[in-house]
């Protein structure tokens, strides 16, 4: 598969974007006095592996989530899209109602020691999010399919 200019430009953007929000979620835990919840959330599904994935999942996830988005205007990656980001929704809310991570009785701690990481973090975290799916949807408004679906 040959991937243009604008594939890799989403794929670094989101990888980016995926690293920001983990070095945000790695200030909130706090070497271990914080919340991991955020860290959670930000690699989910691949969080559920362990702590040690919540560093270094981020850029992998949003990265992906991010090609998948630039290639929207073929089916397939949109369906991929679709899938990966609801596994992703799915998994972070499982992460945060039923497990470990979703202590939130840490994340008030965090909130009330130093409230400017987890605002900054939810505030990244739903502008990504808008300009994921703005990306999905202007891709997909404006691309021109080729008659083999491609």
């Known amino acids: 598969m040959h991937f243009a200019r604008r594939e890799v430009t989403a794929f670094s953007a989101g ?3 995926g690293g920001g929000l983990g070095v945000l979620a790695w200030i909130c835990a706090g070497a271990g006095h914080g919340t991991y919840l955020l860290g959670a959330v930000t690699s989910a599904p691949f969080s559920a592996l362990g702590h040690d994935a919540l560093l270094f999942a981020g850029p992998v996830v949003w990265g992906i989530l991010a090609l998948l ?4 205007h073929r089916p397939k990656c ?3 899209f679709l899938i990966a980001a609801a596994v992703h929704y799915a ?3 499982v992460l945060v109602f039923g497990t470990d991570f979703g202590a939130l009785k840490y994340l008030q701690r965090v909130m009330e020691g130093m409230p400017f990481a987890p605002v900054a973090w939810a505030v990244a975290y739903l502008v990504g999010q808008v300009a994921l799916w703005y990306g999905l949807h202007r891709v997909r408004a ?8 491609r």
């Open 142 to 149: 404006t691309a021109r399919i080729a008659p083999d679906g």
């Open 69 to 72: 988005a630039a290639l929207g």
């Open 91 to 93: 998994s972070a809310l």
């Open 78 to 80: 949109r369906q991929g």
């Open 15 to 17: 990888a980016c974007y």
